[in-house]
């Protein structure tokens, strides 16, 4: 079928994407390479309002539901598809002749953790707060499987725009990064990046590259970012944040540069300075509640089993406690499950069952992503009892809580 059959109601309408995030990027990048362009993005949240992305605006959602002629809106968000959906409807949208969510369209958001090894122990990442027994093998994804990997995706996924080149790894360290950025680019895909920063590293190539997008993670400033981003230096970061900041200009001025910023209990003020951080540096700010990741720690959490040192450590700096976190897992059970259309590579091809799992014994869709087709991984997924336990369990939803802005809002006292 052709792909753009998919999207036949949309014929000669503005067409908005709402949720100016990867998967609005993605399908931003489908669009165009599909010949369509998106008019602009849609956003509630005032900092991703701040400046064009993609070269487009990004609406307030009042702004783009009282639009003239009505325009066509593409959800581009898993976790608050439902919220957007009622939205539209409550602004007059029918379903299907004025909005379809991108998961109809994009059957999966593609991560490929093209590093499988992180410099840092961040203390509510499972490289920090997980045994070495409980640790992947590490290594790099070589050019040749990078790119029968994108054959692969684009021919069972072609609305696909963008390629996460992480998950839970630090892309930087793959020595091999501006290539694989530029067979990303090659086939017409968007490149994705997400780093810490936080290291002794010469990334100037990566930016010539040109990814589209760049997302940098904090989670307090001086001595309170090296407690949670563990094994963290300070000043390097800050050093590489006004490089990125150059070599953006220089390189690459198109580049969506988000700081990803986690907050922990008493970093208000922390929050504040690095908001304005942001601002003056022209990177969009977003902001989560610190949480306990991953989902593994989550399960033993709430089955009364031991953890590790640095995951207990993770809960008492959490601003959003776990108590409080596993209360709100009910309020809000009626929402997808945002990992059901991720699909997260490793380095060494092997697809693992959900990207919020860590375990290296967790199941997998595939020991290797050749040995099963796109729909065959996502029907074993979506069948399994691993799945079903989990979501029985409200698990799931998890990330969901922590993300959400609003609440971190609140708890910031941050009124915009
Ligand atoms: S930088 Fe990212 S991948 Fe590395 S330890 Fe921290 S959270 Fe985990
Ligand atoms: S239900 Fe749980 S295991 Fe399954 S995709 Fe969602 S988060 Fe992952």
Redesign the pocket.
């Known amino acids: 079928m052709d792909p753009l059959e998919k999207i036949k109601p949309a014929d000669g309408r503005p067409i908005l994407l709402w949720g100016a995030r990867q998967l609005g990027l993605s399908i931003f990048g489908s669009l165009t390479r599909l010949g369509l362009e998106a008019e602009a993005f849609v956003d509630s949240s005032p900092d991703a309002r701040r400046g064009p992305v993609m070269g487009r605006r990004v609406l307030a959602p009042e702004e783009a539901l009282a639009l003239n002629p009505r325009p066509f809106v593409i959800i581009c968000s898993s976790v608050f598809q439902n919220e957007i959906a009622a939205a539209c409807q409550a602004g007059g949208l029918a379903e299907g002749r004025d909005f379809m969510a991108a998961t109809d369209l994009q059957k999966c958001s593609w991560f490929v953790d093209v590093a499988g090894s992180c410099n840092l122990k961040c203390v509510s990442c499972p490289r920090g707060n997980l045994p070495p027994e409980r640790q992947p093998r590490p290594g790099f994804m070589a050019p040749d499987s990078y790119t029968a990997l994108l054959d692969k995706i684009l021919a069972e996924d072609p609305f696909t725009g963008v390629i996460n080149l992480y998950s839970w790894g630090e892309p930087l360290l793959h020595p091999k990064l501006p290539e694989i950025i530029g067979l990303t680019r090659q086939k017409g895909l968007s490149a994705a990046v997400s780093s810490n920063l936080s290291f002794r590293l010469d990334f100037e190539e990566v930016i010539k590259a040109g990814p589209d997008y760049f997302r940098v993670s904090a989670s307090g400033w001086g001595e309170n970012y090296e407690q949670t981003h563990a094994g963290g230096d300070w000043a390097l970061f800050m050093e590489n944040l006004a490089r990125l900041k150059q070599w953006r200009a220089a390189h690459r001025p198109q580049m969506q540069v988000e700081m990803n910023f986690h907050i922990y209990k008493n970093r208000a003020d922390d929050y504040r300075r690095m908001k304005d951080y942001c601002r003056e540096a022209g990177f969009i700010f977003r902001a989560g509640h610190g949480m306990l990741n991953p ?1 593994d720690n989550v399960a033993r959490l709430m089955d009364g089993q031991e953890l590790t040192p640095e995951a207990r450590l993770s809960i008492s700096l959490q601003a959003f406690p776990v108590e409080k976190g596993l209360a709100r897992l009910a309020e809000i059970k009626g929402r997808p ?4 259309s ?1 699909m997260d590579v490793g380095w060494d091809g092997r697809v693992n ?5 860590f375990d290296p014994e967790t199941p997998n869709l595939a020991d290797d992503f050749n040995a099963a087709t796109l729909d065959e991984m996502l029907a074993k ?1 979506l069948g ?1 009892s ?3 336990k ?2 029985s369990r409200l ?2 939803l998890w990330c969901g809580v922590y993300g959400d802005e609003g609440l971190t809002a609140e708890s910031v006292a941050d009124h915009g």
Not at 337 to 340: G, I, L, S
């Open positions: 989902l499950c945002p990992f059901e991720i069952h959900c990207q919020a799992w997924r399994s691993f799945c079903q989990c979501r698990l799931h």
